[in-house]
């Protein structure tokens, strides 16, 4: 019943913007806590932002001011604002979900629903 897809993924030039998107189903984003996640290759799954059920926000420290996570509740859909993209940024981007309100750490641990995943890389 729970799905997640991510879309808004491509290739950009350093300091370029991108719009993440993440249409859920089975589930209202509103009450969720969602999160966004990145893995470059060779290296492991970080977390990039999360919202939790109650609008309170964390940021990775990597992302923090040039990165918003939001939500559509209309749409039921999830989104990453980046800005500033920088080379290391470059990775399969994530959407996740847990069941309830809360948002704990922002690690993949206490996710238990992710999308496919959209690629982003960012050239110099």
């Known amino acids: 019943q729970v799905q997640l897809v991510e879309s808004g993924g491509g290739s950009v030039q350093a300091g370029g913007s991108l719009r993440l998107s993440c249409a859920a189903s089975?589930?209202?984003?509103?009450?969720?806590?969602m999160g966004w996640f990145r893995q470059a290759p060779g290296k492991e799954r970080e977390g990039v932002a999360q919202i939790s059920g109650f609008s309170g926000l964390t940021y990775a420290d990597s992302v923090k001011g040039r990165s918003t996570i939001s939500r559509d509740n209309t749409k039921n859909t999830l989104y990453l604002q980046m800005n500033s993209l920088k080379p290391e940024d470059t990775g399969m981007y994530y959407c996740?979900?847990?069941?309830?309100?809360?948002?704990?750490?922002?690690?993949?641990?206490?996710?238990?629903?992710w999308g496919q995943g959209t690629q982003v890389t960012v050239s110099s």
């Open positions: 089975g589930f209202g984003v509103s009450t969720t806590c």
């Open positions: 996740a979900a847990r069941s309830g309100r809360y948002c704990y750490r922002l690690s993949e641990g206490v996710f238990g629903y």
